[in-house]
Nanobody, 125 residues
Framework: QVQLVESGGGLVQAGGSLRLSCAASGRTFRLYKMGWFRQAPGKEREFAAAISSSGGSTYYADSVKGRFTISRDNAKNTLYLQMNSLKPEDTAVYYC??????????????????WGQGTQVTVSS
């Protein structure tokens, strides 16, 4: 497994931007496909974005498509989520996750076996 630590969350006004980072430990980061998930108060955790192990393909939930961009730097063992045009409904705890189950970007939560502790994103109206 890989250890993951998120950062970059905070409070932002609607329409603003934030960039989340997820630092991964270990030398095998490049072998994992990665994802961002989020959990709003009182709701189930949901998929937001995923990226293949090479970074060559990405996949987004419809709710964030066109506003969020997932990327990775395998040399720095870091995953990113650039969030633009934020809405109050984007308020949630954001988690990064790693999957050793295949390399193609997917949104299937059960495929992800390592999770960070989460970072809070709050969007005010």
């Amino acid at each position: 497994q890989v250890q993951l630590v998120e950062s970059g969350g905070g409070l932002v006004q609607a329409g603003g931007s934030l960039r989340l980072s997820c630092a991964a430990s270990g030398r095998t980061f490049r072998l994992y496909k990665m994802g961002w998930f989020r959990q709003a108060p009182g709701k189930e955790r949901e998929f937001a974005a995923a990226i293949s192990s090479s970074g060559g393909s990405t996949y987004y939930a419809d709710s964030v498509k066109g506003r969020f961009t997932i990327s990775r730097d395998n040399a720095k063992n870091t995953l990113y989520l650039q969030m633009n045009s934020l809405k109050p409904e984007d308020t949630a705890v954001y988690y990064c996750a790693a999957s050793s189950s295949g390399r193609r970007a997917t949104g299937r939560e059960y495929e992800y076996d390592s999770w960070g502790q989460g970072t809070q994103v709050t969007v005010s109206s």
